[in-house]
């Protein structure tokens, strides 16, 4: 089980890692050869090639050192805070006629509250860490690809993932616990809802939507 969990664990994030970069390569934000596709397994093989690569070189670095764990438990987080728009892009794109799914307007929701509940159950600090690693990326690419569009629409989630830091921090799983497990899970359920709900209309496509 020593082999086999972490094998497991960086196959998983050897898939995902790559579909990240396809989708920075179709954004404009890396070279466009990470979203060339092989044309008999339709997989975006240059960014499974690259990102391979790298993480065997941060590994092979950072695995004497104790703390690289640590850093990747943040990581973990920060993918939990950052996979948590999934659910939004689904509620935009069935306003938008895309998603025909009839219980998307249902499921959506609810995925988007799990989300925020794992992220709230992380505690702190790994929540307050994740969001300091997600900032940090997010200003490297904003400044070197200067981006500058659709800022006022980002708004709801920058207050999202405040609102999670928050009630991370006073929460019974924060540094305050001022508030009951319970209680604070139930409000960060009632107002990831309504967060949806602003992300959603906040959503490129939701004009012309039904």
Known sequence: ?????PFVTGY??????????FAMGRSGYVPSSMKALHEKYSIPYW??????????????????????YGLITDSVVAGYIAF????V??????????????WTPVI???????????VFWSGWPLVPYAV?????????FGVIY????????????????????????????????????????????AASLVFYFLGVRSGATAKGSR
């Open 146 to 189: 200067k981006v500058k569009e659709d800022f006022v629409k980002s708004l709801w989630y920058i207050g999202y993932i405040a609102f999670l830091t928050l009630m991370t921090y006073i929460g019974s799983v924060g540094a305050l616990n001022l508030i009951n497990f319970y209680a604070a899970s139930a409000i960060v359920a």
């Open 132 to 140: 300091l690693l997600l900032a940090a990326g997010s200003i490297i």
């Open 12 to 21: 998983i994030y050897l898939g995902a890692g790559t579909r990240v970069l």
């Open 47 to 68: 960014s499974l090639v690259v990102f391979a690569i790298m993480g065997s070189i941060v590994t092979y670095i950072s695995s004497p050192l104790p703390t690289i």
């Open 89 to 102: 892009v689904m509620g935009v794109l069935w306003r938008g006629g895309t998603i025909k799914n009839r």
């Open 1 to 5: 089980m020593g082999v086999i969990g």
């Open 108 to 118: 959506a929701p609810l995925a988007f509250i799990a989300s925020s509940l794992i």
């Open 84 to 87: 948590s728009v999934n659910p």
